[in-house]
Each structure stands twice: as structure tokens, then as C-alpha cells.
T-cell receptor, first 113, second 116 residues
Framework: ELKVEQNPLFLSMQEGKNYTIYCNYS?????LYWYRQDPGKSLESLFV?????AVKQEGRLMASLDTKARLSTLHITAAVHDLSATYFC?????????????FGKGTTLSVSS | ETGVTQSPTHLIKTRGQQVTLRCSSQ?????VSWYQQALGQGPQFIFQ???????GRGNFPPRFSGLQFPNYSSELNVNALELDDSALYLC???????????????FGPGTRLTVL
């Protein structure tokens, strides 16, 4: 059974600081997705990582994928309040159960001044 | 380009009742997936529909059922509602089974279901 674990689950950051969210998954997959969710809102796609060594950056967020270690990271640079949200990683699972996204529990990020 | 839409936004039901949730997929997408997100948890895959047929299912009982229509819109039906069915129900549309597809799923705003 594919399991996805994120840590930390809660992260309180000061503005201007850097931090990394980790996403480990239990079986091989070549598709890793990062989503952002604001309170009471839906999921917004941030990054799609499709191969080992893939790195993508958007503003203060950078995501990377190491398929051999089954690990993805989401690095936050010089955090600002607008980044406060819950971040989910998800692994694409294909097979008899269709093409499903298996999500971690999410990391709730709170950025304060 | 029209995004994924869902209706209703909120719904309150009592135990034992039945509910139908609706989803319109993003223009050009042929697949709809449904997820259940309990409070404080990550979304859990319920099932996926492609070409009007169920294409895969997560660990949900048969009282969760669905439909996909020729225009790729979809319904999620839940019978015999239980208190634990209270959650945000998200549908996501994607383009499946093409050489350019990597199943990036685009989520709708969700339907908040409360079961009393």
C-alpha cells in the first residue's frame, strides 16, 4: 500500500527565514505533486515533478524530487505572511485502482512577523 | 477556459439520508476524480471516472457511487449517510491517457457536507 508522509505537520516561521518541508513515500512513483490549500478553500496546484532530480521553482518556493530516496522537498526561502497555508504533497498511483493521487496529511505553515 | 465547478457549496443532511453532489470538469478534460477531505486531513481518493465508467476506486464502501455523463460532468452519490461522512468533497478533472498527459488534476472548490 502506497503511503505518503509529510513532516513537519505544523510549522511556525518568522518572516524572512528559510525552511524545508519533507515528503516521503513508500513505493516507487515517478509523479509527485505539491498543492497549496488556504483555509476553507480548494487545492491549488503548485508543482508537478516527473523525474528523478527534477527541480522546479516559483517565487519563494522550490520543489525537488529524489525518486531513489522516495523523497521530495519543498523549500521556502525568506518566508512572507502570504505563504501561510497548508501544503500537501501527493504521489500519483496508477494501476487497477485507476490513476489516483495519494496525499500526505499536509503541513500547515504559519508565517508571522 | 472554464475551471472545475461543483455544486452545491454547502449541504446539511441527517443520518440515513442520501446525497448527490455535482461536478463539471474543466474544458477539454475527460476524467473526473472524487476525493473526501475530513477536517485536518489530506484528501482521500474515492474513485475516478473515464469515458462514463469507473476507472478505479479507493477504500470506500459501495454506498459511495458515481456517474459520469457524455459531457464529462460527474455526480457523486452517497447513500445511508453516516456522521463520519461529514467532510469536504472535492472533485478534480484531468486529461488521461494521452502522450502529453501526466494526470495533473485540477480541483474544484468543493462541497462541504455536514451530516447531523
Amino acid at each position: 500500500e502506497l503511503k505518503v508522509e509529510q513532516n513537519p505537520l505544523f510549522l511556525s516561521m518568522q518572516e524572512g527565514k528559510n525552511y524545508t518541508i519533507y515528503c516521503n513515500y513508500s513505493t516507487t512513483s515517478d509523479r509527485l505533486y505539491w498543492y497549496r490549500q488556504d483555509p476553507g478553500k480548494s487545492l491549488e496546484s503548485l508543482f508537478v515533478l516527473l523525474s528523478n532530480g527534477a527541480v522546479k521553482q516559483e517565487g519563494r518556493l522550490m520543489a525537488s524530487l529524489d525518486t531513489k530516496a522516495r523523497l521530495s522537498t519543498l523549500h521556502i526561502t525568506a518566508a512572507v505572511h502570504d505563504l501561510s497555508a497548508t501544503y500537501f504533497c501527493a504521489v500519483g498511483r496508477e494501476g487497477q485502482a485507476g490513476t489516483a493521487l495519494i496525499f500526505g496529511k499536509g503541513t500547515t505553515l504559519s508565517v508571522s512577523s | 477556459e472554464t475551471g472545475v465547478t461543483q455544486s452545491p457549496t454547502h449541504l446539511i443532511k441527517t443520518r440515513g439520508q442520501q446525497v448527490t453532489l455535482r461536478c463539471s470538469s474543466q474544458s477539454g478534460h475527460n476524467t473526473v476524480s472524487w476525493y473526501q477531505q475530513a477536517l485536518g486531513q489530506g484528501p482521500q481518493f474515492i474513485f475516478q471516472y473515464y469515458r462514463e465508467e469507473e476507472n478505479g476506486r479507493g477504500n470506500f464502501p459501495p454506498r459511495f457511487s458515481g456517474l459520469q455523463f457524455p459531457n464529462y460532468s460527474s455526480e457523486l452519490n452517497v447513500n445511508a449517510l453516516e456522521l463520519d461522512d461529514s467532510a469536504l468533497y472535492l472533485c478534480a478533472s484531468s486529461l488521461l491517457f494521452t502522450s502529453l498527459s501526466y494526470n495533473e488534476q485540477f480541483f474544484g472548490p468543493g462541497t462541504r457536507l455536514t451530516v447531523l
